[in-house]
């Protein structure tokens, strides 16, 4: 055990028996991330959630009373933010967590085990919430083959596939935030959320890993399903 260039003990896990040198830089990356250590003692399920608080604190896109739909809430770390910023612990707004994976209950989130990639998916959150949402957001990553072109266009289509869908549930005025990776958005996704939404554009938080390349892109001002019909 050594110490970092910030003088924190750095943790050094060893190789052998089955473990792999990905899933040893892994856990060591794991063991080391002050934000990881920060969550436990907060109580996030995970150490996304300072990224959506440090976004939110910057944007200021969650309010009181809104309707939020997380796309694939699980652990759960958005929706904790989420619940507390728009105040469904209060009974003040709506949380729904959706995740094709199950989530242990959170206070202040509804969570519905489905796949947003359904058909009938928006139809159903609509009856869930009553209406439409303000805000969906996404913190999903597609499942990576290490092939560097396959796996971005797995991530743009998994983007492209939640802007679809936000477009479906959102009401005028709206927000959509997803992760991206590399360049961010595609110039095709880019051009489609312009013609979508007032604002648009990247956004990095810094609880973001540093070796990381994900970014987020941030649409805001949804213009509501009348006006892209006009369009």
Same mark, same amino acid.
């Given at each position: 055990?050594?110490?970092?260039?910030?003088?924190?003990?750095?943790?050094?896990?060893?190789?052998?028996?089955?473990?792999?040198?990905?899933? &040893?830089?892994?856990?060591?990356?794991?063991?080391?991330?002050?934000?990881?250590?920060?969550?436990?003692?907060?109580?996030?399920?995970?150490? *996304?959630?300072?990224?959506?608080?440090?976004?939110?604190?910057?944007?200021?896109?969650?309010?009181?009373?809104?309707?939020?739909?997380?796309?694939?809430?699980?652990?759960?770390?958005?929706?904790?933010?989420? *619940?507390?910023?728009?105040?469904?612990?209060?009974?003040?707004?709506?949380?729904?967590?959706?995740?094709?994976?199950?989530?242990?209950?959170?206070?202040?989130?509804?969570?519905?085990?489905?796949?947003?990639?359904?058909?009938?998916?928006?139809?159903?959150?609509?009856?869930?919430?009553?209406?439409?949402?303000?805000?969906?957001?996404?913190?999903?990553?597609?499942?990576?083959?290490?092939?560097? &072109?396959?796996?971005?266009?797995?991530?743009?289509?998994?983007?492209?596939?939640?802007?679809?869908?936000?477009?479906?549930?959102?009401?005028?005025?709206?927000?959509?935030?997803?992760?991206?990776?590399?360049?961010? *958005?595609?110039?095709?996704?880019?051009?489609?959320?312009?013609?979508?939404?007032?604002?648009?554009?990247?956004? &990095?938080?810094? *609880?973001?890993?540093?070796?990381?390349?994900?970014?987020?892109?941030?649409?805001?001002?949804?213009?509501?399903?009348?006006?892209?019909?006009?369009?």
């Amino acid at each position: 055990m050594a110490k970092d260039t910030t003088g924190r003990l750095h943790v050094t896990v060893k190789t052998g028996g089955k473990r792999k040198l990905s899933s &040893k830089l892994w856990l060591e990356r794991q063991l080391n991330d002050p934000y990881v250590a920060q969550a436990k003692r907060d109580g996030f399920r995970s150490r *996304a959630a300072y990224k959506l608080q440090e976004m939110d604190d910057k944007h200021r896109f969650l309010k009181r009373g809104q309707v939020v739909v997380d796309l694939g809430a699980a652990p759960g770390g958005w929706s904790q933010i989420a *619940a507390k910023r728009v105040g469904s612990l209060e009974g003040k707004g709506k949380v729904i967590g959706i995740d094709l994976l199950d989530m242990p209950e959170l206070p202040g989130v509804t969570f519905a085990q489905m796949d947003f990639l359904d058909d009938k998916a928006p139809d159903k959150l609509r009856a869930m919430i009553g209406g439409g949402a303000d805000v969906v957001m996404s913190d999903m990553a597609a499942n990576t083959t290490g092939h560097r &072109k396959t796996d971005q266009l797995r991530i743009i289509g998994l983007v492209e596939s939640a802007a679809a869908f936000a477009c479906e549930i959102l009401n005028p005025g709206g927000t959509f935030l997803a992760k991206v990776f590399q360049g961010g *958005a595609d110039a095709e996704l880019l051009a489609q959320l312009k013609r979508d939404f007032t604002t648009v554009k990247h956004v &990095k938080p810094a *609880a973001s890993r540093q070796d990381s390349s994900e970014r987020y892109v941030m649409a805001t001002g949804f213009r509501g399903a009348n006006d892209m019909q006009r369009d």
